[in-house]
């Protein structure tokens, strides 16, 4: 089993910055990927960005230039750093982790329980 426990939403005015973060405990062995997913009201959860291990990170459009993911390898942590927030940002936003639990076995794809953060004025 592999747990995730995020931290970092909240409320904050239009322009303002967050950050998230969230850490992968249990059973892992390694991990793969890193992300963030959000679902606005309404809405499809969409990917935010995403880091894979040894590659390149990638965005959504509407967030390039404004929000920049990292990873803490030795934690199995990964961060959401979001500038120049606007109220369409304002969502639920989830962390997903893919992960090894041992290195025979496929890989294991786990969420969090969301934070919600909110751009209002």
């Known amino acids: 089993q592999v747990q995730l426990v995020e931290s970092g939403g909240g409320l904050v005015q239009p322009g303002g910055s967050l950050r998230l973060s969230c850490a992968a405990s249990g059973s892992i062995f390694s991990i793969y990927a890193m992300g963030w997913y959000r679902q606005a009201p309404g809405k499809q959860r969409e990917l935010v960005a995403r880091?894979?291990?040894?590659?390149?990170?990638n965005y959504a459009d509407s967030v390039k230039g404004r929000f920049t993911i990292s990873r803490d390898n030795a934690k199995n942590t990964v961060y959401l750093h979001m500038n120049t927030l606007k109220p369409e940002d304002t969502a639920v936003y989830y962390c997903?982790?893919?992960?090894?639990?041992?290195?025979?076995?496929?890989?294991?794809?786990?969420w969090g329980q969301g934070t919600l953060v909110t751009v209002s004025s």
């Open positions: 997903n982790v893919v992960v090894f639990t041992t290195p025979y076995d496929d890989s294991l794809n786990a």
């Open positions: 880091i894979t291990s040894g590659g390149s990170p």
